[in-house]
């Protein structure tokens, strides 16, 4: 429908001349009835295009007439036709539809990419976060201003222009086939939206929610969000442990995504470990002996955090475990279970 509504002038312009071109035949059968079809139509093509061959036959007075009205009315129609045609080309909205095109035909191959919903301040640190990590993602945006700062920004980004609220651009973006789902839309109603409809497409994907108001995270929540982040209430709370305990969370800022240059912090789940590994001591895993990298915190199949768990420690089901290491020791680890 989208696509329809693009092509809308031009569509009805062909659809103009259709109908010139109908009433023409139609109106030189009935005013000449020595005409045959062909004849009909060969008069009709000969008289809207202006080119001037001779007539079938010698016009009667009625005939004139209905010839006059026909070149005026194909005239304003050919002047429609053509006008809207080079609209399309000067304002490049043939080479904006093709773009449009190459983009559903990209998302529609994706398989585990990120959604993010919104390029405001907080989408547009997400994006950067996933170009860092050459995590496949793609945008959702509805703001003109907005796209033209992604395609300056982020070139080779895929964007999806619509409101993120309706299913049908989520299908656009993919969201049957994503592993997780970045919402940081400026309304805590519209992220609502965007995690109910979310949720209903998609039952195993990761949501995570941008909220302004405290009583929003609960509805999030309820709604299907795993993950629901204030940025205000962050922010502050930030700046507050930065007066408290600078060096520590200046350590935290370096491995963490935002800030991280020559290290990385990764989680491996016990689904991603090759069979070999699974229900294996950290020891018998011994990751730091095969990559040099460290474990330095598991998440328990109840959602509890070991932090500097012992050697001793089992990898079971459900428990997820944070790697910390270099770019290089990470790539080692991450060929090592193949993820």
């Given at each position: 429908?989208?696509?329809?509504?693009?092509?809308?002038?031009?569509?009805?312009?062909?659809?103009?001349?259709?109908?010139?071109?109908?009433?023409?035949?139609?109106?030189?059968?009935?005013?000449?009835?020595?005409?045959?079809?062909?004849?009909?139509?060969?008069?009709?093509?000969?008289?809207?295009?202006?080119?001037?061959?001779?007539?079938?036959?010698?016009?009667?007075?009625?005939?004139?007439?209905?010839?006059?009205?026909?070149?005026?009315?194909?005239?304003?129609?050919?002047?429609?036709?053509?006008?809207?045609?080079?609209?399309?080309?000067?304002?490049?909205?043939?080479?904006?539809?093709?773009?449009?095109?190459?983009?559903?035909?990209?998302?529609?191959?994706?398989?585990?990419?990120?959604?993010?919903?919104?390029?405001?301040?907080?989408?547009?640190?997400?994006?950067?976060?996933?170009?860092?990590?050459?995590?496949?993602?793609?945008?959702?945006?509805?703001?003109?201003?907005?796209?033209?700062?992604?395609?300056?920004?982020?070139?080779?980004?895929?964007?999806?222009?619509?409101?993120?609220?309706?299913?049908?651009?989520?299908?656009?973006?993919?969201?049957?086939?994503?592993?997780?789902?970045?919402t940081t839309l400026?309304?805590?109603?519209?992220?609502?939206?965007?995690?109910?409809?979310?949720?209903?497409?998609?039952?195993?994907?990761?949501?995570?929610?941008?909220?302004?108001?405290?009583?929003?995270?609960?509805?999030?929540?309820?709604?299907?969000?795993?993950?629901?982040?204030?940025?205000?209430?962050?922010?502050?709370?930030?700046?507050?442990?930065?007066?408290?305990?600078?060096?520590?969370?200046?350590?935290?800022?370096?491995?963490?995504?935002?800030?991280?240059?020559?290290?990385?912090?990764?989680?491996?789940?016990?689904?991603?470990?090759?069979?070999?590994?699974?229900?294996?001591?950290?020891?018998?895993?011994?990751?730091?002996?095969?990559?040099?990298?460290?474990?330095?915190?598991?998440?328990?199949?109840?959602?509890?955090?070991?932090?500097?768990?012992?050697p001793t420690t089992?990898?079971?089901?459900?428990?997820?475990?944070?790697?910390?290491?270099?770019?290089?020791?990470?790539?080692?680890?991450?060929?090592?279970?193949?993820?």
């Amino acid at each position: 429908m989208r696509n329809f509504s693009r092509f809308t002038n031009i569509i009805f312009s062909f659809l103009f001349l259709i109908l010139v071109l109908i009433v023409g035949v139609i109106g030189f059968l009935i005013i000449e009835p020595e005409y045959t079809f062909l004849e009909a139509v060969y008069m009709t093509i000969i008289t809207i295009s202006t080119v001037g061959f001779r007539e079938v036959h010698e016009p009667s007075q009625g005939t004139m007439i209905f010839i006059s009205l026909l070149i005026v009315s194909s005239f304003g129609t050919f002047a429609y036709a053509v006008s809207a045609i080079s609209a399309y080309i000067i304002d490049g909205e043939f080479r904006a539809y093709f773009k449009e095109y190459k983009v559903k035909s990209v998302v529609s191959k994706l398989k585990n990419h990120v959604v993010i919903c919104g390029y405001g301040r907080n989408g547009s640190q997400a994006v950067t976060v996933m170009e860092k990590h050459k995590q496949p993602f793609v945008i959702v945006e509805n703001d003109s201003v907005a796209i033209e700062d992604i395609k300056k920004h982020s070139p080779e980004a895929l964007i999806v222009v619509g409101d993120a609220t309706h299913d049908e651009i989520l299908m656009e973006a993919g969201i049957k086939n994503a592993k997780s789902l970045i919402t940081t839309l400026p309304s805590d109603s519209n992220n609502l939206f965007v995690v109910l409809s979310a949720r209903s497409i998609n039952k195993n994907l990761k949501i995570i929610s941008r909220a302004s108001e405290d009583n929003s995270d609960k509805k999030l929540r309820i709604a299907g969000a795993n993950n629901v982040i204030m940025p205000d209430k962050i922010g502050g709370a930030h700046m507050a442990s930065l007066v408290m305990k600078p060096d520590i969370i200046e350590f935290i800022d370096y491995i963490s995504a935002q800030e991280q240059i020559d290290i990385n912090l990764e989680e491996i789940s016990f689904d991603e470990l090759p069979s070999k590994f699974k229900n294996k001591t950290i020891t018998e895993i011994g990751i730091r002996q095969l990559t040099g990298a460290n474990i330095i915190g598991l998440k328990g199949s109840e959602g509890d955090f070991v932090i500097n768990p012992k050697p001793t420690t089992i990898i079971t089901s459900k428990i997820k475990m944070f790697v910390l290491g270099t770019p290089d020791q990470i790539k080692k680890l991450k060929e090592l279970f193949h993820v």
